[in-house]
């Protein structure tokens, strides 16, 4: 199976501005690897790629972030 590229380079996953924390963290994929950090979590595109692969396979749940601000994506510097 191939993925195609990301064109967008780190995700920054804020739990503390997510639209559907609280009722949707039990399935989400941070929820369940690390805890819903207060901080949020930094991802690379490496790590996006294995989370979608142990996504599709079942292995974990897809993740569920809803950004309450419709601002574009932050891009680590």
């Known amino acids: 199976m ?5 064109t ?3 995700m920054l996953i804020d739990c503390e501005n ?8 039990g399935g989400c994929v941070v929820s369940v ?6 901080d949020g979590v930094e991802l690379d595109d490496e790590e996006r ?3 979608a692969v142990l996504a599709d396979a079942g292995v974990v749940p897809q993740l569920r972030l809803v950004p309450r601000d ?8």
């Open 33 to 38: 690897m690390l805890g819903a950090p207060p």
């Open 49 to 51: 790629r294995a989370l």
């Open 2 to 6: 191939s993925y195609p590229a990301p």
């Open 18 to 25: 997510c639209a559907v924390r609280g009722p949707a963290c």
């Open 70 to 77: 419709p601002s574009p994506p932050r891009r680590a510097a």
């Open 8 to 10: 967008v380079g780190d």
